[in-house]
Structures are given as structure tokens and as C-alpha cells.
């Protein structure tokens, strides 16, 4: 079955520090990746996604490679911001066997970051 | 637009009640999910819909647990006989259609089985 491996943290950087969350899947057909955030008393958004090998998701400073050959999908960001602090939470969606997104998605156990001034 | 919306936002119940939980998905989105949200097994999907039509009911955690849809837009998630394993955050998203991927999330159902 299909299964995704994050760092649970917390991880706690100082601001201005780089980010690296690391995470790695396995699945059984060819999934579409993704990272969502969690922000303190709010609900789950999509923060970035890539749907094929070497793509790069990129949204607000943050930015993941879809590595097929290493089967991983790790969250980057250069200088982190206090407004930062939230759970991460790596995902994928495996179009081969559900032809899209007609699948749940399979999500990692999350990454809570904490950031510090 | 309006996101998706969650009712009630915390549901506090006895062991061995009914409860229902609903889900307001964003207009115009054909597909529907539920997750639950649980400290000990993080994100669980637990069922899908395409319209009305749940084609695949397995990832429900037992038989318990239904869910309907009416009418292409709202749906319940009904919890019979509830368990104090059931206490979670249960999540609703909505997507375009089947084939999109991104998912957009509610601010979730927080229930507690006392």
C-alpha cells in the first residue's frame, strides 16, 4: 500500500534559519505530491504540489522537488519567519491507481515547526 | 467564495449516542472526502464521493461509520454507538471534480466520546 514517512518533530529553528523537512513515500502506481500546512486554530491548506518526476512545487518562500529515484518530496525554505510556526503535513495521491485525484490523499504523521524570534 | 464548511465545530457526546456531522463543500465541487484527524494515527481517509456515489466504502473504520450525500452538495457523516476511539477531528474536503487533485479542507468537526 501506499505510505508516507515525515520527520514529527517538533523542530524548533530560530527566525531567518534555513528549513529542511524531510519526506519520503512509497506507492504503488505514480502518485502527484503534495505538502500541506496547518496553522494554529485553522483548517488544512495546500501550500505546494508537483505530479511528475523533477517538477518543483513552490509557494511563499517554500519549495519541494518531486525526486522519483529517491522517492521523496522534502520542504525547503530559506529564512524562515516566525508566522512560519505551523504542522506540515507531506501527502500524495496515486493517480494510477484511481486515474486522479478520486483517491484520498495519504497523508505523513506531520511536522510541527516551531520558529522563535 | 465560501470555503468548505463544518458543523458543528466541537461535539461533545456519551458513549454508546448517535451523531451527526455535516459537511458544506464548496460550490460547484463534484467530489467530496472525509478524513479523521486522530493523535495516535495522524490523517486517515475514510471515504470519498463523486456526485452523490461513494464508490469505494472500505477506508470507513468500521460499520459504525456512514455517510451520504444529497443532492451533489452537503454531506453527514453519522458515528452510531460511538466509542471513546472515536474522539478525533473529523475533516471534510472538496475538490472540482475527480480528476483534480487539490483538495480543499474544512476547519474540521472536533468530537469527544466521553
Known amino acids: 500500500g501506499n505510505s508516507v514517512t515525515q520527520m514529527e518533530g517538533p523542530v524548533t529553528l530560530s527566525e531567518e534559519a534555513f528549513l529542511t523537512i524531510n519526506c519520503t513515500y512509497t506507492a504503488t502506481g505514480y502518485p502527484s505530491l503534495f505538502w500541506y500546512v496547518q496553522y494554529p486554530g485553522e483548517g488544512l491548506q495546500l501550500l505546494l504540489k508537483a505530479t511528475k518526476a523533477d517538477d518543483k512545487g513552490s509557494n511563499k518562500g517554500f519549495e519541494a522537488t518531486y525526486r522519483k529515484e529517491t522517492t521523496s518530496f522534502h520542504l525547503e525554505k530559506g529564512s524562515v519567519q516566525v508566522s512560519d510556526s505551523a504542522v506540515y503535513f507531506c501527502a500524495l495521491s496515486d493517480s494510477l491507481y484511481s486515474g486522479g485525484g478520486a483517491d484520498g490523499l495519504t497523508f505523513g504523521k506531520g511536522t510541527h515547526l516551531i520558529i522563535q524570534p | 467564495g465560501a470555503g468548505v464548511s463544518q458543523s458543528p465545530s466541537n461535539k461533545v457526546t456519551e458513549k454508546g449516542k448517535d451523531v451527526e456531522l455535516r459537511c458544506d463543500p464548496i460550490?460547484?465541487?463534484?467530489?467530496l472526502y472525509w478524513y479523521r484527524q486522530s493523535l495516535g494515527q495522524g490523517l486517515e481517509f475514510l471515504i470519498y464521493f463523486q456526485g452523490n456515489s461513494a464508490p469505494d466504502k472500505s477506508g470507513l473504520p468500521s460499520d459504525r461509520f456512514s455517510a451520504e450525500r444529497t443532492g451533489g452538495s452537503v454531506s453527514t457523516l453519522t458515528i452510531q454507538r460511538t466509542q471513546q476511539e472515536d474522539s478525533a477531528v473529523y475533516l471534510c474536503?472538496?475538490?472540482?471534480?475527480?480528476?483534480?487533485?487539490?483538495?480543499?479542507f474544512g476547519p474540521g468537526t472536533r468530537l469527544t466520546v466521553t
Open positions: 460550490s460547484g465541487h463534484t467530489a
Open positions: 474536503a472538496s475538490s472540482e471534480d475527480s480528476r483534480t487533485y487539490e483538495q480543499y
